[in-house]
C-alpha cells in the first residue's frame, strides 16, 4: 500500500488522519507481517487490538484465525470496521470506545477456550506509557503485548540497570521486553517525524519479585525518579522527608552508593529500597 493510495483510500471514504488521536496508518506489508509473526498469533487465539483505524492489522490478525476484540476510539472509522465484519462475523468484535476505560477483561473471561489473550496494535504514541500501565496493572493480564511504539521508547523499556526508567521498570517486573525490529518513518502514513519499533513484552506468570505492596513501591519509585539527575542520598531526603542519618543507614544496609542516580539502581535493588522505606516508617 501507497502513501497516495492509502489518501486516495480516506478520502472516497470522507476520512482523514486525526492528529488528536496520534492517527499514523502503518502501510508497509512487511512490517504488518512482522508483528503478527512476532505475537505468533495462531488459530483460536483470542487478541486484543486497540486502535484498528483502517482495520489492516485487524484483517491480518483475523485471517491467522485469531478472535479479536477491536476498540476504536475514532467513530469515524465505524463503516470501515463494519465492512471487515461482514467478512468475518464470528471472530471480530469490535467497540467505538476509550481503551483505558473499557472492560475488555469481562469480555475475554466470557470466550470459551483458553483464558490468556494477546495484546497486539499500532498504539496512538501519545498514550503508549499510559496504555502500557494499564494492560501490566489489570487483574486479568495477557500473555504477551506486542505493539509499535517510538523507537527510542522501545530502547527506553529494554534498558538494562544504569539505564533504567520508572517505565522501563514498571514493565520489566511484570515481563520480558524484546525490540523485535526498528521500523522507519516511511512505512507509515502520514509519516511521523521518528522512526518506530516492534516492541514485544512476554509477561510472567508473577512478578519477577515478590512485593509487599506494589502501590508503596511505585510511590517511592515515583518520587524518587521525580529527581532523576539527582543523587540518591539528596532524593529520598528530598522527595520522601528522610532525615541524612536514616538515608545513610537505608543505603548502608542496602549496599547502594549515596551517590547513585535512580536510573542506576536494578530492580531487585528498588525493591529492597522501598520495604526498607516501609519499615522504617513504620517504627
Avoid at 111 to 119: H, I, Q, R, T
Avoid at 123 to 141: D, H, S
Avoid at 187 to 200: G, M, T
Wanted: some cysteine; overall charge positive; hydrophobic content about 40%.
Amino acid at each position: 500500500m501507497t502513501p497516495e493510495y492509502l489518501k486516495n483510500f480516506l478520502r472516497s471514504h470522507g476520512l482523514k488522519p486525526n492528529f488528536t488521536y496520534g492517527q499514523n496508518f502503518l502501510i508497509d506489508e512487511i512490517v504488518l507481517e512482522d508483528i503478527v509473526d512476532a505475537a505468533q498469533v495462531k488459530a483460536g487465539d483470542k487478541v486484543l487490538e486497540i486502535g484498528p483505524g483502517i482495520g489492516n492489522l485487524t484483517r491480518r490478525l483475523l485471517e491467522r484465525g485469531a478472535q479479536v476484540l477491536a476498540i476504536e476510539k475514532d467513530p469515524k472509522f465505524l463503516p470501515l470496521l463494519h465492512a471487515l465484519k461482514k467478512d468475518f462475523k464470528k471472530t471480530l468484535r469490535f467497540e467505538i470506545a476509550d481503551a483505558l476505560e473499557y472492560n475488555f477483561q469481562e469480555y475475554f473471561k466470557s470466550l470459551p477456550g483458553e483464558e490468556s489473550y494477546k495484546v497486539v496494535a499500532n498504539i496512538p504514541y501519545y498514550i503508549t506509557g499510559k496504555i502500557l500501565q494499564m494492560l501490566l496493572g489489570v487483574e486479568y493480564k495477557p500473555a504477551s503485548i506486542t505493539v509499535l511504539t517510538q523507537k527510542e521508547v522501545a530502547r527506553n523499556i529494554t534498558a538494562e540497570p544504569g539505564g533504567l526508567s520508572l517505565l522501563a521498570i514498571s514493565v520489566q517486573l511484570f515481563g520480558k521486553p524484546v525490540l523485535v525490529r526498528t521500523v522507519p518513518a516511511r512505512a507509515f502514513y502520514p509519516a511521523p517525524k521518528v522512526d518506530s519499533a516492534v516492541l514485544k513484552i512476554d509477561l510472567f506468570k508473577n512478578p519477577q519479585f515478590k512485593l509487599q505492596n506494589e502501590k508503596r513501591f511505585f510511590g517511592v519509585l515515583r518520587a524518587c525518579f521525580a529527581g532523576k539527575r539527582k543523587q540518591l542520598h539528596n532524593t529520598l531526603a528530598n522527595n520522601l522527608q528522610l532525615s541524612k542519618e536514616q538515608v545513610a543507614g537505608l543505603l548502608e544496609s542496602t549496599g547502594i552508593s549515596p551517590a547513585a542516580r535512580p536510573q542506576e539502581l536494578s530492580i531487585e535493588e528498588w525493591v529492597s529500597l522501598s520495604e526498607k522505606i516501609y519499615k522504617l516508617r513504620k517504627k
